[in-house]
């Protein structure tokens, strides 16, 4: 290699799941990841351990009732040249839902954290319980038209502080279908609902979300295509400690287009365009999102896909190649970048997967230009399923 730069990633995932019955399973993940980063005039170097645990309960008679807990533990060792530190968090979570009846649903969700950052340590809870109603479907001028609410409550403890937060949201849903036969499907769907928040450090919000859509799905024999059209508007006035972060207006337009066309039963080829814009009038977040200044400020991204199963008549050997594209502008991959900090990202991915009984062999090849940088990745990846699979 001509340059001194390089960098070197391990990882290795250990994953276990318990389902005795119906009513009961878990879940147990056990992550690694080495990142060791050689520049010419410095080292980086670190080493993550993860363990995920996820349980869930339910009666396998007359199931109203769910239980779900979680337990999360991440542990970081970090060096460089000069020094090397410790730091871990720990996580637990239990909630249940109660279906009181097929309108009512009730939430109850209680957690606990602590975290040792090397320098300092932090604990934090909360409590949490909602209640949530919808509505019977309506059907005023051929729509289908429904409503919900919701009412919250929650205590929040950080280092010994406590806060006290309500909230509600009250809301509607009105749906139509516009044309729809054995093929071809058009379809509109628009919401409204206003979400009202307070708590016990006198902040307080009032948003109001709007949101409409129409959806076209079309099928006819190998090919298969959709787009879908939206428009969501976002609407908020605050006060308080915190209100200065969340107070202001943002809006997005969205348009997707998709089609998947099957070359045999083997092989397709699939795209997906999308083009997006959006503007923001919310006030500057330091570290987070600068001040919105009101214009429209568009992405695009245009994938391309190819996968053959069964390549070169191997049986359990399949091919993905993707090429991407991703841009500040309104025509995917050829428009010109309008943002001040433009993007113009282009990412070509090559995917061979093969599979003998309970053994995975995968590797990938990716090339990619990425806010102007140049990146070349590689990876071969063997995976052993193991327990009843």
Known sequence: MNSVDLTKTAFSTLRHAYRPSAAF????????????????????????????SFGFWRPRINRPLRINGAIRVLTRTTENQFTESDAYTASGTLGATYEWSPRWLFNGNIGLTNSDSGTDTSTSSFESVSAIYSSISYQPYGFDASWFGQFDLRNNVDDGVSVQEAGTQLGYNLDRGLITDITRRLSFRGSQSINIIADSENFSSQTLLSSLSLNWNRSSGSTSDMARLSFSDTRTIASGPRGDDVEGDFQIINLQASIDNKLSNRSAILGNATIQATRNFRPNIPGVTPAGNGKWTPTATLDITYYKIALFQVPRLSFHSTLRFVSNTYIPAVGNPVDDNSRDDRQWENRLEYTIGRLQFRAISRLSEIQHEKQSYFLFQVRRMLGGY
Do not use: G, P, V
């Open 25 to 52: 399973s878990s879940e147990d993940m056990l992550t690694f990841n080495r990142n060791d980063i050689t520049l010419e005039n410095s080292r980086f170097k670190s080493d993550i351990y993860q363990l995920n």
